[in-house]
């Protein structure tokens, strides 16, 4: 999967998480959490659904790993 491909499954669960969210507004350095007001329950369900997805398992000592959107393709793209 290509850094684009991958990008565009994360905005998918980023949406499926924080549907009101306006993701086309998100710089790409953006705290996603503080920017889109993720509570932690909104979190975990956003890593769950990048390890269904992308078949890579997200324990939580990687969760500083996915900061921003930009962080978070760096990491699942490894």
């Known amino acids: 999967m290509n ?3 991958m990008t565009l499954l994360v905005r998918r ?6 549907p009101e969210a306006d993701l086309d507004r998100l710089a790409p350095t ?3 959490r503080e920017t889109l007001a993720l509570d ?3 979190f975990q369900q956003f890593v769950e659904l990048l ?3 992308t078949g890579r398992r997200v324990d939580e000592d990687d969760y500083p790993y996915l900061t921003t959107l930009a962080d978070t393709v760096t990491y699942l793209s490894a």
Not at 13 to 18: S, Y
């Open 51 to 53: 390890s269904e997805r």
């Open 3 to 5: 850094r684009d491909d």
């Open 40 to 42: 932690s329950l909104d």
């Open 13 to 18: 669960a980023l949406h499926e998480v924080a």
């Open 30 to 32: 953006a705290d996603l």
